[in-house]
């Protein structure tokens, strides 16, 4: 999700998916017209406006503008700031800190823990920006407890004159300063200029430098407080300097590049005033003295760096005073030192002269800069790592001569020549230029095995002339050889980084898998800078590419599971293990017996490696060159060979008959029952050859159609056809308890020849009729039944189990998913038109009945899948789950197959609370809200969610009405008075009504008010009896009543009820799916006029939050359930929150 943000003053604009949000102080407006955010925002500046406007009493109080008014705005709720007010009072702030400018503080506070709080003020006394460290400041909007603490006892130590003192006058300024500055910028009309002059006064690299200021227009006047000064600057105040110069905020300011060093000396002060270490002077005194402030090796690095950057110098405005020399202008330039070297024989002894014009004094202890003649040259790197030993041994020993005694010459002029070279000029006397040697280096290295181990021999080669490292070099006499020693370096950095040893003057290699780097990946680079040799037996070491990797697929029908083969070329079988077992412990190499190595990184084993992680697979499924895996993989295994182009690994018939079998199944030829035939419609049909196809290859699946399109046909229609194709076989059904009869009803319609009994009655009862289940082709119980069962059916086996309403399984460690689990049938099938509700683990769950381990272990399927998909938006995840699941979940929408169905119109019907019921509502909404934050704020959100669901659940019911817990209302509600009107008009043009509220208590008062009216209606909720619901349903279908009142939770599923054309939502659910299901009881097959669905939402509730939420989150499921599933992710904390706005 997008948000754009743009800053305005101190208002931030967040567009948020159309929704203006205008925040000021973490305060948040929301609106949903753009058009009129201006007018939003005219009120709301004018409420800002008129509260910055201060008493005179009240800003003599307090030059900080902190008040309870102020206070109670910026908290996250009243109870934030009632609670902060008793940490306040209870000497809870420790450790308050502010700047010397008194405008930044910082604080802790004891809470549950210690939190560390930091606020800030402008230069007016207005607040900005204030941060915690307690889990509710990012939680919620709005300031927390801890905040409001440290306010208070700012506002006390201000109140007090710690902060300011003030006389009247300074009073009255305070006043007028604070207007004045709002046109400050527009007022500015001359910019001065500064001249800038560094002292430094000795070549110590201990002592440091100083900055002195000139400031003035036409004269040039020395700022003798240096520290006074730039305070005023920045607290926009005047500076007295002389009777024809006084430094006038108003009207005075400064070029961009003055500016900048401004903000460099006022951050020292800063860092001075917090006690920074880092920008003290080395001997940890103040840095301001009186016209001089001390700039430490870093600050004054970052002075002359803006003295070269903005160009200052070229208006000659900076001056350096040197060793207590006259002050002279100077350049800051980038560039070499003038420095060059000379070498001459003086006797036995070699002599090094450096040469320099003028001064070369060091200004910083890293020679970054230096003082020449030509000005302050910023050195280069590469001559500054190279000079700076001369410099410490010779210029600040004050000499420039260094005697090489005969002993050190030749080491000396072999190594230090090439370096002397990369920073200056180099002049060697005819004498000792006839003794250097200098022909260049060809490095030689010779790589061989013995027992194992890698042994590598290197040498120098210069001209005629072989060294080797590690030992004694035989030369001639007299000579001198000018070695490469960085190429030296650079090749003995090698051998060191690929972790070679030395033992007895011989370099070797013995860790199996850093020879494998090296023979991998390393000799290519070792072969840029060297000739690289190889013995025979080194060459055995080589590696052997998986090109000629080979593979093949089947369908193996006894084993009832795939065989993944896989081969290649000079490796043994019983190498193959163990190859493939490396492969899967992500290594990079695997060595085979003969010494060589097989890469592991090359995209073909990768892929298989990529495959047995997809599959889940282990050591275990490993069967020398055959990796076994579960069948119901197979399709997921042919789309994974596709996409990654693995054309290499060939398919046998079985195995492409199979695929063809699953993923075309419409085309697969499955006779379905001649007595069904002119019942089934077309997409019927297809969800038959569906259930047979995965029958066939002994898979299970999902039949997750909209509800009203017939699961129940199609499933009897599929065990009609088994019984009659294989013959003696029962099938377990289980549903929940609403619809055990109505099974029975639709077998007897639709398949009479099917023998079906119902798994009710006592105990005793129970037990007896599972004794004669050989009888039936079909038994059916429920599911509180089946957990009372469960040892029952410990010892029986069906022809399949098929669960409907499969939602009922959605949690897996519930009773339910446990029990219908343990069941041993050699199918499964699972019906539901919400496969997903609220998470991917309900998925998962109905997964782990129809085809146990197909979506890995519940542990595993989140790590892989759910958390990445729900809670990092892994598109990936969500695309591979979406394969994964896909040919096992049949899904058609209403829509998309019933073009005959009348259409659905859909409406929002808003309710306007009564004056007695808004003002209950918005006072039981603050207290409400207010505990709920307590509450998350010590037990945390998790453990709070049965007081959050009782409290949201109270503004609920007064939505509806609040008579439904508060007693002796009389109020009236606005949604009841909407329902007469609604239901007057829709009798009145003769519809019928099914209406769907989740409380019993809200359907009793219609009741009273439809027999008040007189007026028929039906009734069915949790305490209605199971005999008697299939009775209700069939009057109401043939015309008795016309409204039907419905518990959402006990009539939701399951019920036909094509006799109404209007379907009311009296109040949301969470869960739109779940208003879906109910709605569906009447826009389903049968149905013959246009369904009316009204969903009555109160005006400014929340209510209308949870429409919105609803709408936001249907969305995510359509890239897993396709097509046009819903899904609700639990709700975090934060969307709490906003429903509570």
């Known amino acids: 999700m997008g948000i754009m943000k743009g800053i305005k003053g101190n208002f931030k604009f967040f567009d948020l998916d159309g929704l203006i949000i205008v925040s000021k102080l973490r305060l948040m407006i929301y609106y949903s017209d753009k058009e009129k955010i201006g007018f939003i925002l005219l009120v709301y500046l004018t409420k800002i406006k008129s509260s910055n406007n201060h008493s005179v009493r009240e800003m003599r109080e307090s030059m900080l503008r902190i008040n309870r008014e102020l206070l109670e705005d910026i908290v996250s709720h009243p109870n934030a700031y009632y609670n902060g007010v008793e940490y306040h009072k209870k000497n809870r702030v420790v450790d308050l800190k502010f700047r010397r400018d008194k405008k930044h503080f910082i604080a802790k506070v004891k809470g549950s823990n210690h939190y560390d709080i930091e606020v800030n003020f402008n230069q007016q006394g207005e607040m900005g920006e204030a941060t915690c460290t307690c889990p509710a400041y990012d939680r919620f909007w709005g300031y927390c407890k801890h905040i409001v603490a440290v306010l208070l006892s700012i506002k006390e130590i201000d109140e007090r004159g710690g902060l300011y003192k003030k006389n009247g006058n300074q009073q009255i300024d305070s006043i007028l300063e604070y207007f004045h500055n709002q046109q400050l910028n527009e007022r500015i009309s001359v910019k001065l200029q500064i001249y800038y002059e560094v002292e430094r006064h000795s070549m110590d690299e201990t002592v440091e430098s100083y900055l002195t200021l000139k400031v003035g227009e036409e004269r040039m006047y020395v700022v003798r407080n240096i520290k006074e000064f730039i305070e005023n600057v920045y607290n926009v105040k005047p500076q007295y300097f002389g009777k024809q110069f006084t430094f006038e905020p108003e009207i005075h300011g400064f070029g961009e590049g003055d500016q900048r060093v401004l903000d460099l000396i006022y951050e020292i002060h800063e860092n001075e005033t917090l006690s920074d270490s880092s920008f003290l002077g080395k001997s940890g005194n103040t840095l301001f003295d009186g016209k001089r402030v001390q700039l430490g090796d870093q600050a004054l690095k970052r002075f002359l760096n803006l003295i070269r950057e903005e160009k200052l110098q070229t208006e000659d405005r900076v001056k350096v005073c040197i060793l207590d020399r006259e002050p002279q202008n100077i350049l800051v330039y980038e560039g070499d030192l003038p420095v060059d070297f000379q070498l001459e024989k003086q006797g036995e002894e070699t002599i090094l002269k450096l040469n320099y014009q003028g001064d070369v004094i060091r200004l910083v202890a890293d020679g970054e800069y230096f003082l020449t003649h030509h000005g302050i040259c910023r050195v280069t790197e590469q001559q500054r790592s190279g000079f700076m030993p001369f410099y410490r041994t010779m210029v600040v020993n004050q000499t420039n001569k260094l005697v090489i005694p005969k002993e050190k010459e030749e080491q000396f002029i072999s190594e230090i020549y090439p370096i002397m070279k990369a920073v200056g000029k180099v002049e060697i006397s005819p004498e000792l230029s006839k003794t250097i040697y200098s022909p260049p280096l060809k490095a030689e290295v010779y790589f061989d095995q013995v027992d194992q181990l890698v042994k590598a021999e290197i040498r120098w080669v210069y001209g005629n002339m072989t060294l080797r490292p590690f030992e004694e070099s035989k030369k001639e006499a007299g000579q001198i050889l000018l070695r490469d ?657």
């Open 485 to 1141: 020693i960085k190429k030296e370096e650079e090749i003995i950095g090698f051998f060191e980084r690929n972790q070679f040893k030395i033992k007895n003057k011989q370099i070797y290699l013995e860790e199996e898998a850093a020879i494998f780097q090296l023979i991998y990946k390393e000799l290519d680079k070792l072969q840029k800078i060297s000739e690289v040799y190889y013995s025979e037996t080194f060459k055995g070491m080589e590696l052997k590419s998986a090109a000629s990797f080979r593979g093949g697929i089947q369908l193996n029908r006894e084993e009832d599971l795939l065989e993944f083969q896989f081969d290649i070329d000079g490796i043994e079988d019983h190498e193959l293990t163990d190859l493939m077992e490396s492969l899967r412990k992500k290594k990079k190499y695997y060595r085979l017996k003969d010494g060589s190595f097989i890469p592991l990184e090359e995209e073909r084993l990768i892929a298989i490696d990529e495959l047995m992680k997809q599959l889940d697979l282990s050591g275990e499924n490993i069967h020398g060159k055959v990796i076994e895996i579960p069948k119901f993989k197979g399709i997921f295994v042919d789309e994974f060979l596709k996409q990654r182009d693995l054309g290499f690994v060939k398919k046998n018939k079985a195995y492409r008959q199979f695929i063809e079998d699953i993923k075309e199944f419409e085309e697969v030829e499955y006779d379905e029952p001649q007595e069904l035939k002119e019942i089934l419609r077309n997409y019927q049909r297809l969800g038959f050859r569906w259930l047979k196809s995965l029958t066939r290859y002994g898979l299970g699946g999902i039949l997750a159609d909209d509800m009203g399109l017939g699961k129940t046909l199609q499933i009897l229609t599929y065990l009609v056809d088994e019984k009659e194709k294989r013959g003696q076989g029962t099938a377990l059904i289980v549903s929940p308890t609403s619809l055990v009869y109505n099974w029975i009803a639709e077998v007897e319609k639709f398949t009479p020849e099917l023998r079906i009994k119902a798994i009710v009655g006592s105990k005793n009862e129970r037990e007896e009729i599972m004794k004669e289940i050989d009888e039936y082709d079909i038994i059916i119980t429920s599911y509180p039944l089946i957990r009372r069962d469960a040892e029952l059916y410990e010892t029986r086996s069906f022809r399949c189990c098929i669960l409907d309403e499969a939602q009922h399984i959605k949690n897996p460690v519930s009773q339910n998913a446990k029990a219908v689990k343990a069941i041993r049938a050699t199918h499964r099938f699972a019906l539901t038109g919400t496969p997903i509700e609220n998470s991917l683990t309900e998925l998962w769950s109905i997964f782990d009945f129809v085809m146990p381990g197909y979506l890995l272990s519940h542990h595993k399927f989140k790590g892989r899948f759910e958390k990445p998909i729900v809670k990092d938006r892994d598109s990936e995840a969500l695309a591979s789950l979406g394969k994964l699941i896909r040919p096992f979940v049949l899904r058609r929408m209403k829509r998309d197959v019933l073009q005959e169905l009348p259409e659905k119109i859909e409406s929002k019907m808003v309710a306007e609370l009564t004056e007695d019921q808004k003002k209950l509502y918005l006072a039981y909404l603050k207290q409400i809200k207010g505990q709920i934050q307590e509450e998350i704020e010590q037990n945390g959100f998790e453990r709070s969610q049965m007081k959050i669901l009782a409290g949201l659940t109270r503004l609920r019911q007064i939505c509806c009405h609040p008579s439904l817990f508060v007693e002796n209302y009389e109020g009236g509600s606005g949604k009841l008075d909407l329902l007469e009107e609604v239901v007057a008009a829709s009798l009145e043009a003769g519809h019928r009504i099914l209406l769907f509220s989740q409380f019993t208590s809200m359907l009793k008062m219609i009741r009273e008010k439809l027999d008040q009216q007189g007026i028929e209606y039906a009734y069915l909720d949790g305490s209605t009896p199971m005999e008697a619901r299939g009775e209700i349903v069939k009057e109401f279908n043939e015309g008795k009543g016309s409204i039907f009142l419905i518990s959402l939770k006990a009539g939701g599923t399951g019920l036909n009820l094509t006799g109404a054309d209007t379907v009311i939502h009296f109040d949301p659910w969470w869960n739109p799916a779940v208003e879906d299901q109910a709605t569906d009881r009447a826009y389903r097959i049968g149905q013959k006029n246009k369904v009316h669905v009204m969903k009555f939402i109160a005006q400014g509730t929340i209510e209308e939050k949870i429409f919105k939420l609803q709408e936001r989150k249907k969305e995510m499921i359509n890239a897993v359930i396709q097509p046009g599933e819903t899904f609700l992710a639990k709700m975090n904390s934060q969307e709490l929150m906003e429903l509570l706005k």
